[in-house]
């Protein structure tokens, strides 16, 4: 424990440095100036376009340290900055342990992208069960029955599958193998879901970047990465099966559609993971990045005006969101967002710190 | 020189008396910190890698799952890619460099010696990341392309050997970390060689060459010995840089917890499995488990450095 203390701390002082704590120190708060929140590094593009554009608006600057979704839980927990970002949720009891209070803030999907001579963008088609048996080695060739009988009108190779994964600990690792686990019971049994797993094959990218670069290196691979990066970048992405049986294609309506037909209302903390949602346009590896804040914070004005950001960019930033092929959170979950807002995150006095005067 | 010798002289004893033991002081001062800098670094490793080794003991070493899902860990896949790529490193290392320090010193016209010198300090010089973004953007691709398919089909069938070289063309993996590797510790090992080449009293070379001798003998038996324990300290040095390189052999190899025959296949090294996972590894074996690998590999430099320092000591008696 004492150790896991000393843990954060020595993380924390290496990953923000001193710069940040005494930006961030609370207490004379009276007009907040500078907000700073730290964590994952998929959701970083946005937040950087949204905070730029709030501070023309209204003078505040936002810091955000795009360290990786454990990271920002650890900075949050040892309260070095005002909110945490996180792309995996944490459970409803980490959140009462730590006494955080976790939303969503904006959603993008996985894409998986193969690179296949003779395959266009967009032409091979995927189950989940398949794409499971692709990373667990299983199926191990382009031409396997179960593959070509997806694909009937393709000319699959009889070439070797190599398989790209994610080598560092990852958000987008979190949501895909999530995913794997809820259409694959021997990938939930053998392998599970996690920011990293034990990979049974293949290679290791860092990054977003990392997986690109060996996926566009070999022919015959196969990886996964972010919806906005696979666009930006004109990669191979695949159709896959969902829920309701049919073939989507990753686009910003599907992830949308995905959002829409989540149960919101029963999701404890907003604990909400968007794979094999049901409804016909659903994109099946789809997700949600969230933010995290104190409930009780010793800061109350900084996390307000870190709840007055959000709901801004709620409000007004759907487009800049847009234009970096994120997709905005639905007018009914910031709702309840702002709802939860307002029953949980108190002031030091107990009252409740929004709506903000 | 008499100007100084005056003023010397002229000096009022009493200054020295009391500066030269404040000198004396303070570089002892600062050569017991570094002796307390290592040990408080080890120190900071076992107490971080303790939780780890204390739920999986010696099969930390000697097994090789890697799962954060359960939460089992053991090392012996990294620590299998740290030895195997440095090895390789060190087979196409030291040769080269050899030969590149005996050209430079003994053979290459004057006008040649210095460009080659100062190329060689410019790779020193070049940060390994930029070793790592050439690895993967232009050799890996040669590799894969040509390299790799050859000697898979000429050599891969071989009995014994053969397994080395099997599997598919990837073009990242053991092999291409062993060989960035290579390229990355050949200004280190060269320069400290040429170095120690050159302060060779050219009396005693000179000597040699009078008696008859030819280039490679005058190498073997008069160079070599007088500057055996340089040579070996260059090595060394080329070896610690293997052992603990990073960002370059993350980017090559593949980063694969698995320990493959095939050199050809990804791997992983302690160095870039650290690098990889540090950031978001969440809960406390985990993240022990990672200090660990660090610990793991302090103790392997300590040996190889312990090792080269027996075996000096061993030379130096047999001379």
Redo the contacts between chains.
């Keep these: 424990m004492i150790?896991?203390k000393i843990?954060h701390k020595l993380l924390a002082a290496a990953l923000i440095g001193g710069a940040l704590a005494l930006l961030g120190s609370p207490g004379h708060a009276a007009d907040v100036k500078t907000l700073n929140g730290a964590g994952a590094t998929f959701p970083y593009p946005v937040y950087a376009k949204w905070a730029d554009a709030y501070q023309q608006k209204t003078g505040v600057k936002l810091n955000y340290q795009a360290?990786?979704?454990?990271?920002g839980?650890k900075q949050i927990e040892a309260k070095t900055v005002d909110f945490g970002a996180s792309d995996a949720p944490l459970k409803a009891e980490e959140l009462q342990q730590a006494g955080l209070v976790q939303f969503p803030a904006i959603m993008g999907g996985v894409v998986p992208v193969a690179h296949l001579e003779g395959v266009e963008p967009g032409q091979l088609r995927l189950t989940g069960d398949v794409l499971a048996d692709i990373y667990l080695g299983t199926v191990d060739h382009w031409d396997d029955p179960r593959i070509k009988e997806l694909n009937p009108n393709l000319d699959l190779p009889d070439k070797?599958i190599?398989v790209i994964h994610r080598?560092?600990?990852?958000g987008t690792t979190f949501i895909f193998t999530n995913y794997l686990s809820k259409v694959s019971g021997d990938w939930k049994k053998n392998?599970?879901?996690?920011?990293?797993?034990?990979?049974p094959a293949?290679?290791?990218?860092?990054g977003n970047q990392?997986v690109a670069?060996?996926v566009e290196?070999?022919d015959g691979s196969i990886g996964y990465v972010e919806y906005a990066y696979a666009l930006q970048n004109n990669m191979g992405y695949t159709l896959l099966k969902n829920r309701a049986g049919h073939f989507v294609a990753p686009t910003q309506e599907t992830f949308k559609a995905a959002a829409a037909g989540a149960d919101w209302q029963h999701a404890q903390g907003f604990y909400m993971i968007l794979t094999d949602q049901p409804g016909a346009k659903s994109w099946p590896i789809t997700g949600a990045s969230f933010i995290l804040v104190h409930k009780k914070p010793t800061n109350p004005r900084q996390v307000q005006a870190v709840l007055k950001f959000f709901d801004w960019a709620y409000h007004n930033g759907d487009q800049m969101a847009a234009e970096l092929d994120y997709v905005p959170m639905p007018q009914s979950v910031v709702k309840r967002v702002e709802q939860a807002w307002q029953q949980s995150i108190k002031g030091t006095a107990g009252q409740p710190l929004w709506p903000a005067k | 020189m008499s100007a100084i010798f005056q003023a010397i002289v002229a000096r009022k004893p009493r200054s020295g008396s009391v500066l030269d033991p404040a000198f004396r002081a303070v570089t002892r001062f600062f050569a017991i910190l570094v002796l307390g800098l290592v040990l408080a670094i080890l120190g900071a490793l076992i107490?971080?890698a303790?939780?780890a080794l204390h739920e999986f003991g010696w099969s930390f070493l000697t097994t090789d799952?890697?799962?954060?899902?359960?939460e089992t860990f053991g090392a012996l896949a990294p620590i299998y890619g740290t030895l195997i790529t440095s090895l390789i490193a060190m087979l196409i290392g030291i040769p080269v460099s050899f030969g590149i320090a005996l050209y430079v010193t003994e053979l290459a016209p004057r006008w040649l010696k210095r460009p080659i010198a100062s190329a060689i300090e410019l790779l020193a010089a070049i940060p390994s990341i930029i070793y790592g973004m050439w690895g993967?953007?232009v050799l890996?691709?040669l590799l894969?392309n040509v390299v790799q398919p050859w000697v898979i089909d000429h050599i891969g069938d071989w009995p014994l050997i053969g397994v080395l070289f099997s599997g598919?063309p990837?073009?990242?993996g053991m092999f291409t970390a062993g060989l960035i590797l290579a390229i990355m510790v050949i200004p280190f090992i060269t320069a400290v060689m040429k170095d120690v080449f050159e302060v060779v009293p050219d009396v005693q070379k000179e000597s040699a060459y009078a008696l008859g001798a030819t280039t490679w003998e005058v190498m073997h038996h008069v160079v070599l010995p007088y500057t055996r324990t340089g040579v070996v300290g260059g090595i060394m040095l080329g070896l610690g840089r293997a052992l603990g390189e990073t960002m370059a052999v993350?980017?090559v190899i593949?980063?694969?917890?698995h320990i493959n025959a095939s050199l050809f296949m990804?791997g992983?090294t302690i160095s870039?499995a650290i690098a990889?996972?540090f950031?978001?590894?969440?809960g406390?074996i985990y993240?022990?488990s990672l200090i660990a690998l660090g610990l793991v590999l302090f103790v392997i430099t300590c040996i190889v450095l312990g090792g080269a320092r027996l075996m000096l000591a061993r030379m130096e008696r047999e001379k």
């Excluded at chain 2, 799952?65 to 359960?70: D, E, I, K, R």
């Excluded at chain 2, 593949?254 to 917890?257: D, F, L, Q, R, S």
């Excluded at chain 2, 950031?279 to 969440?282: F, G, V």
């Design positions: 150790m896991e843990m360290i990786g979704s454990g990271g839980v070797r190599t080598s560092d600990g990852s392998i599970g879901a996690a920011k990293a797993v034990s990979w293949g290679v290791g990218g860092k990392g670069s060996y290196r070999i | 107490a971080g303790w939780p799952a890697w799962n954060p899902v359960t993967l953007f890996a691709p894969a598919p990837l073009g990242i993350t980017f593949g980063n694969a917890n990804p992983n870039s990889n996972e950031n978001e590894a969440s406390e993240t022990s």
